[in-house]
């Protein structure tokens, strides 16, 4: 099993109070993040792949760059600590590959509602042209929550921590259609076993992906 204490800890004192730097600060710059991320957009959002240029430029500065610099700067770590590494590969692929194709019926249903259609449907054929930057978007995403909070968690409070950074995950996906949202505090847990278990955030990387592609791709394909 992976070893959740690896690191020597190191101590913020606030207003009498003792926290832990690591958690402390992964905490609140996860919040700030996304909260910023919610209210200012990089671009025009006229169109959906507007949209998704727009969420892999964000995805991009706030949820890998930032998180980077604060690993590097602030904790004076490795970002291979933050599962910015292949780790445990051979669990890693299996486990891909075995959690896609559990998921994929769930993700035809789903594809299938009015409101995941009217949420994520473009033009016809536009869909081709959605995936890389959903593909960049996501590693920020998934570097942010399975890498940056989920390690920076883990010295301080075990596993537990895989269910702890699910939730600003789900938080972050408040305004999406409902079936998503709910699914979600679920969904970031797997993906943080996943990354627990691996030692590395690729693999939940890699599903997330594969679950979102085929969303995109269902929805503007799929008949009505």
Not at 83 to 109: E, H, N, Q, S, Y
Request: one cysteine or more; proline letters at 8%.
């Amino acid at each position: 099993m992976p070893n959740d204490s690896d690191r020597r800890p190191r101590t913020l004192r606030l207003a009498g109070l003792e926290l832990d730097l690591r958690a402390t600060v992964a905490l609140v710059a996860t919040t700030l993040l996304v909260t910023i991320d919610r209210y200012h957009d990089f671009g025009p959002l006229a169109n959906p792949l507007e949209v998704m240029r727009n969420m892999a430029l964000e995805g991009v500065v706030y949820y890998l760059l930032v998180p980077l610099l604060l690993v590097l700067v602030v904790f004076r770590d490795s970002p291979r600590d933050y599962g910015m590494r292949l780790g445990d590969w051979r669990l890693g692929l299996k486990l891909t590959l075995l959690i896609v194709a559990v998921l994929v019926p769930l993700v035809a249903f789903a594809a299938r509602t009015a409101a995941m259609r009217a949420y994520y449907a473009g033009e016809p054929g536009e869909w081709p042209c959605l995936i890389p930057p959903i593909a960049v978007a996501l590693l920020g995403w998934e570097f942010l929550f399975r890498g940056f909070l989920l390690f920076a968690l883990l010295p301080l409070i075990g596993p537990t921590a895989v269910i702890v950074q699910a939730v600003p995950f789900a938080l972050a996906h408040l305004g999406k259609p409902e079936i998503e949202t709910l699914t979600t505090i679920v969904g970031g847990s797997l993906f943080g076993w996943v990354a627990w278990r691996t030692r590395s955030f690729l693999y939940p990387y890699l599903i997330h992906v594969a679950i979102y592609g085929l969303t995109i791709v269902l929805v503007s394909t799929l008949p009505a």
